[in-house]
């Protein structure tokens, strides 16, 4: 048997590290300790892409320089997707997007990117799953439900490991919460410490906790035992190290007084010690805004114009296709998958171009489509999993194409 | 072409609340191969509470068309294996509960859960990948 | 998990030791470990007071009697690979305490649980804590699944 390689998934914002992949002649054989999302990932889509202008088959140089053409003559450009790439793709992204002049946005825009703002600005504290994995005794998974979205997060971090100061598992050293309106798998191992809210009561359920917090009777207009909230309240404040991970359930429930998580989390730390993680879903969404950050000083939705950098909620992947982008250049990612037919349909009208190692949905109605190397897979580089933490991410076998990072710069050097 | 009458009887139709979620397995299959059938096996699927379902007269495994002001898809129902809050529906993100969300977004973020629809008995075929990049 | 305090409930609590155990509690740890069976306890097999307990206790009792054999049967198809078991099943840990006792995939071959190509398969069944002398009702690695993809029979 052939000698395995240690690999780092890229299956999601989880970045397991211990991955074991057996590989000969240049193909995957079998692959140890990665999930059933990581093995998928490293077993390659089976529609892979090919280079195209107008749906017919073209050589790759000569997609990359119709794609030049649309993205130099476009008034309003918008570069979207990015978090299926690696930093060193998105650092190439963005200077793209500010040698044309153009919005640069990533899947981040409508899934975590609010909580990783609160997160960098430092309103909310943060730890790493490595602190969890070695202290934390109270989690807690709220409008998250990691055992469908991040299958190894209970396993390697959050729940069942045993941590230098939790010796004895979980069984003894460790409470999981979940707070949800359904009992996902998730809730199924939290067993007696599943909180069944209705869609839509995340805000309340916070104030009522902060209520138990400090002493005083919950109120809620929707059935729910107090008694539980009270007990729950006396969960949070025992905590020596408490962790809650915030998923789209929350985010999306709160989004619009999205100030109540600080609010929350300074009230809690009045009596406790908690940390707050986001569930962020593909493996390099969060290394999208740490490297915009540090380029404009803003996480995502970002504008280049004569006078720099600027943010805005009108510079948001959704805003730009509803109306604004005049022609779009997608990089890893599937936005008539993902994001409300009632937007993208408007992608079929203006000029569209796909980077991406798979073909896709949205590769169905591209003008211009460009293959790339997986990335971790056939392209190594760096990512930044869900807690911050820089990841190095090896390449597992040899592609024969470009990586996304080289088709971006090859794209930008026809460009200026 | 044969007169189907049950073709003019309009079955009832019922409000309810779509909530989009992940699923490892559906995603795990449409990474593999987004145009295959346990792709669309896995998410063109809405799971319901099984007492409503009974309530609204849809077997398990039934077909049933969803539709809001946005759009409108033909999906499997499935019964939930547990008890489910009421008027709720449960579908895995992708491009079959995407046809239904609104491209209101005040704060740049559409409304993926919570999702108003109207689901009815259908007798149409379960909407393919590739009618759904025509709608 | 069955408790000896749960089956000790169901016995006669007379201390008779007509089943060569000292107290009715050893006995009920006796067949826990099924060093002993119901059969061999006369009252509760004899007394008309005692048989609704004695249905009882055949009901919990019947699961141990599963896991004499290798009983483990892992449904394929619902598991998701999320390695719960694996970090969860005190064989593991004991035999690779610094890998699956952890949360990181196995690093020996000593353990019961591995995950490859995104399905859990288990091997050295044999020093499940369900079999041999000591044996107990162990569910640490049936409760931790998210899918109920393990079960034994
Ligand atoms: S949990 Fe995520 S990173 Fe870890 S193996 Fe699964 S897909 Fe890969
Ligand atoms: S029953 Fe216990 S010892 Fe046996 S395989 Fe399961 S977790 Fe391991
Ligand atoms: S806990 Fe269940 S789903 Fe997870 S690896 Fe074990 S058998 Fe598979």
Redesign the interface.
Known sequence: MTEPITWTCTGCALLCEDIQVFIKDNRVEKVEHACLKGKARVYRCKHTAISTVDQDEVDVNTAISQAAKILEKAKNPLLYGWSNSTSEAQVAGIELAQTLGACIDSTSSFCQGITINEIMNGSVPSCTLEDVREKADVVIYWGADPMSSHPRHLSKYSYFPRGELRQRGYEEDRTAICIDITESRTAKICKGMFFSIPPGGDAEFMRALMDGLAGRVPKLSYDFDVKRILELAAVLKKAEFGVIFVGLGLVYSIKEEFDLISEFMSTLNKFSNFFLIPMAGHFNMRGFNHNLHEKTGFIHRVAFTKNGPVPGVEYSVVEQLKHGADAVMVVGSDPLASLPLSITRRLKDIPLILVDPCSNLTSRVADVTIPCGASGIEVGGTAVRLDGRKMDISPLIRGNGLSDEMVVRRIMEEVS | MALDVGKFIKAPEYDIKIISRRDVFQASVCEEDRFGDDCLELSALIVLDAAEMKHMGILDGANVRLASKWGSVVVRARASPREEQKGLGFMVNGPWVNALVSDETPDGIPTFKYIEAKITISKDGITGIQELLLL | MTSAMEIYQLLPKTNCKKCDESTCMAFAVALLSRTKQCTECPPLMEEEKYIDSRQKLETILKPLEGAEETGLIIHEEL??????C???CPVN?AND?YGS??????TNGKVIF??????VKAANIEECRRFGKDRILCRACI??C??EAIEFV
């Open positions: 598991c998701s690979g999320c390695g719960n694996v970090v969860a840990v305490p006792g952890k949360g990181f995939g196995p591995r995950v490859e190509n995104g399905k409760d931790p998210p899918t």
